[in-house]
């Protein structure tokens, strides 16, 4: 099994660099079953790599759910796209994932481990909530690849 840990976010909106801190934080867990990339705005880099067949997703972003700092695991399939309206120019998370059809590949099981921003506003560093968020994210994260890679060893009779 190999995941995909996806840092997305913009360093100079704020709380909205939420992701690219977490993965910046869990760079030790890289290994060979698993790839932490902070993608920050770059979303065509995320499509095309998930074009090399990762058996899961992991993305860490801003999300509007919650009260600013609360940090929220979302499932996300196919069903949940939408439509598929490839602009490699515009490329938002939800974009992305959707053309991976177009680009030739398929979605693999998706988690989102997310935080609602307090600000979005254009600043360089997390506000005081999102920045107390960040270890219960990377803990979160590592919870959830520990339970992804358990599935995927097999069990003895």
Do not use: K, W
Not at 21 to 38: I, N
Not at 41 to 65: E, F, K, N, S, W
Not at 67 to 72: K, S
């Amino acid at each position: 099994m190999t995941v995909l840990v996806a840092g997305i976010g913009n360093l100079f909106g704020s709380d909205d660099g939420f992701g690219p801190e977490v993965v910046r934080r869990m760079g030790a867990r890289a290994g060979d079953d698993v790839r932490v990339v902070d993608y920050g705005i770059r979303g065509m880099h995320l499509a095309y790599d998930l074009l090399d067949g990762y058996d899961a997703l992991v993305i860490v972003d801003a999300v509007p759910h919650g009260e600013p700092g609360e940090i929220t695991v979302l499932e996300v399939g196919p069903d949940d796209l939408g439509a598929d309206d490839f602009d490699p120019h515009g490329m938002n998370p939800v974009a992305v994932l959707a053309s991976l059809s177009t680009l030739g590949g398929t979605l693999p099981p998706t988690y989102v481990v997310g935080c609602r921003p307090a600000s979005t506003a254009d600043g360089i560093g997390l506000g005081a909530a999102v920045a107390a968020a960040v270890p219960r994210a990377v803990e979160t994260v590592d919870r959830l690849l520990d339970r992804l890679l358990r599935a995927d060893v097999p069990q003895e009779a």
